[in-house]
């Protein structure tokens, strides 16, 4: 048994596929193929805007009357940009961010990528063309090529946003995120990458006044909690979504008397413990409940143990005459005991 378990954590990715059930080796096979087109895809607009903005820069530089003269040099290190910046890019596996998630890290990724290609192709356009190469092109190229490369990224990541914001306005909620901090964050980018949510956050809400009047992912900060009824009312907010999963059940409490106050319905978002488990949190929105009240989680019991030890036996309770012993007589003579001494 263990010898079969370690032969099949050692299969390559071709044998794995091959014991899979068919329909789940046909649906890897289609991800895959998927994958793949878009990696080539996006090297390829790569390509075309490494040729392109050197092609800008001759212009910009020559002020669109580039010299006879310079048409050889022009042709060469185009072929010089692209080979070297495509093979940097590759390398440095730039076309496999997937744009519709890019980050700030993503985009200091394509700025190195950028700065090692221009500084390659720079070397390998003086080895190879005249001395009297303009100089100037090579920046006005990086600077083109840089914005190029991350505003391609960055518009693929606005349009697809917008599209899955898009569909029936009648089914799309006015909510606001209490908590303008990391978890808010978070549920903000998971509701605005995913289409089955038809939530439109309108802002946040957060008790540290120093947050009030920043924009967060280019949502503002409108209040505290306190302002709630009032700003409710004016953005015609029907629900707000508590982001604080440190909150402790007072602060809880306090948050639900302002929605009830603001004649709104509240929900919480799940722990970062059940986020990092892989718990979407746009799927895991539910109302509050009493644990989140009381600030823990609840306590499930073992009901056939408790069974097994009490049945048929003679229990005896002390203090059985206070509010906590008489609900533990009430309890435990749900488990047939032979006697209940009181």
């Given at each position: 048994m263990m010898g079969s378990s370690l032969q099949q954590q050692c299969l390559p990715d071709r044998d794995i596929d091959s014991h899979m059930p068919e329909h789940l080796g046909n649906r890897t096979g289609l991800a895959r193929n998927w994958r793949a087109s878009r990696i080539l895809i996006t090297a390829a607009f790569d390509a075309?805007?490494?040729?392109?903005?050197?092609?800008?820069?001759?212009?910009?530089r020559f002020e669109f009357n580039i010299e006879r003269r310079y048409s050889t040099q022009l042709f060469l290190a185009v072929i010089v940009w692209v080979t070297i910046k495509s093979v940097v890019f590759a390398r440095a596996r730039l076309s496999h961010i997937w744009s519709g998630h890019i980050s700030v890290p993503d985009v200091v990724g394509i700025a190195?990528?950028?700065?090692?290609?221009?500084?390659?192709?720079?070397?390998?356009?003086?080895?190879?063309?005249?001395?009297?190469?303009?100089?100037?092109?090579?920046?006005?190229?990086?600077?083109?090529?840089?914005?190029?490369?991350?505003?391609?990224?960055?518009?693929?990541?606005?349009?697809?946003?917008?599209?899955?914001?898009?569909?029936?306005?009648?089914?799309?909620?006015?909510v606001f995120i209490y908590g303008a901090g990391d978890a808010g964050v978070m549920l903000l980018r998971e509701l605005r990458s995913n289409p089955a949510c038809h939530y439109d956050v309108c802002g946040f809400l957060d008790d540290d006044d120093q947050k009030i009047g920043m924009l967060v992912q280019r949502v503002p900060v409108l209040g505290m909690g306190s302002d709630l009824p009032l700003l409710a009312h004016v953005h015609r907010i029907e629900e707000v979504i508590i982001a604080i999963p440190s909150a402790t059940g007072p602060e809880m409490a306090r948050m639900l008397q302002f929605c009830h106050e603001a004649g709104v319905s509240c929900k919480t978002m799940p722990s970062l413990s059940d986020w990092i488990k892989g718990v979407a949190a746009a799927r895991q929105i539910r109302d509050v409940a009493v644990e989140d009240l009381l600030g823990r989680s609840p306590v499930h019991l073992d009901q056939a143990q408790i069974c097994a030890k009490l049945r048929n036996r003679v229990i005896m309770v002390t203090g059985a005459a206070g509010s906590i012993g008489s609900e533990l007589c009430r309890q435990i003579a749900r488990f047939q005991p032979r006697a209940i001494v009181a």
């Open positions: 075309l805007i490494f040729a392109g903005s050197g092609v800008v820069a001759f212009l910009l190195v990528g950028n700065i090692v290609g221009s500084v390659l192709s720079a070397i390998g356009i003086a080895l190879m063309s005249s001395p009297n190469f303009p100089r100037s092109v090579y920046l006005i190229d990086f600077l083109v090529c840089l914005v190029a490369t991350t505003g391609l990224r960055i518009v693929h990541r606005f349009m697809r946003s917008r599209h899955n914001q898009g569909g029936n306005e009648r089914d799309i909620k006015r």
